[in-house]
């Protein structure tokens, strides 16, 4: 091999090792602004829906994420040695939040604490439909965008508009293009819901009826774009919360919030 070559040859090999190096440097700087959960914990289960289970499921999964915030872990998973948060730490963690968004229209509806986390329902005041959903970390008093249906489903508020899904700051979401995964959900945020309300709730129930004996179906859901959320009970309790696709009536249960406390609405 002449000199010339040799020369030519460990001149590209540097180039590749380069371009790799600032790829994963890109990668993980990309993945560091989008913070909280890229990979949420979910999977399907075997009647197609979201739910409990596979590869990315939110308990004993393959990408759970035991231990905190991160790519491919989320917040809520590992808090039992945390204090719950209160009804006014998790509110004010909210509104924190919402204040980094400037949109007047957006306010609090609805508050609950769980022992892994706090939950949040941000609706539209001009509209009264829901905008999206947040949690709020135990340990930080961070509010985030709920993974789930909130990122994958939400037409308006989640996918590509991470304004939201960031609070300004940006993030991963918006590479992976429109309102999520789910290709029977439009692109056009005015599209209206094929599956109504009270067929939310029958979906719903019938998840709930074979994989979570003995409990119930709440009667009130709330209405996103793209989406509907709905709590279950179970002995005259909340034991926990479901999301149903507003065109496929695929339902997704919410593995990460623990133990129901204490609720609170807002007018």
Do not use: C
């Amino acid at each position: 091999m002449n000199k010339t070559l040799s020369t030519s040859l460990i001149i590209i090999a540097v180039l590749v090792l380069a371009g790799s190096i600032f790829f994963a440097g890109s990668m993980y700087a990309r993945a560091s602004a989008f913070g909280p959960s890229m990979m949420f914990g979910y999977g399907t289960n075997n009647n197609s829906t979201y739910g409990p289970g596979g590869m990315m499921a939110g308990q004993g999964g393959m990408m759970n994420g035991q231990g905190g915030p991160g790519m491919m872990g989320g917040y809520g998973y590992n808090n039992v040695n945390l204090t719950p948060l209160t009804l006014n730490q998790a509110k004010a963690a909210a509104e924190k939040y919402l204040a980094n968004l400037d949109n007047s229209d957006l306010k609090i509806a609805e508050v609950m604490i769980f022992d892994n986390n706090a939950y949040v329902v941000v609706k539209e005041a001009s509209t009264g439909n829901g905008a999206f959903e947040l949690l709020v970390d135990s340990g930080s008093e961070l509010a985030y965008p709920e993974h789930g249906p909130n990122m994958m489903w939400n037409l308006k508020y989640g996918g590509l508009n991470h304004q939201y899904m960031m609070g300004n700051n940006g993030g991963m979401m918006g590479m992976m293009g429109g309102s999520g995964w789910d290709s029977t959900i439009p692109a056009d945020v005015s599209a209206e819901m094929t599956v109504t309300p009270e067929q939310a709730i029958e979906y719903a129930q019938k998840y709930i009826d074979t994989n979570i004996s003995g409990a119930t179906a709440a009667t009130d859901v709330i209405k996103f774009y793209g989406y509907y959320t709905l709590d279950f009970e179970k002995d005259g309790k909340v034991a926990g919360m479901l999301s149903v696709n507003g065109y496929s009536g695929q339902v997704f249960f919410h593995t990460w919030h623990g133990t129901f406390i204490e609720e609170s609405e807002i007018q």
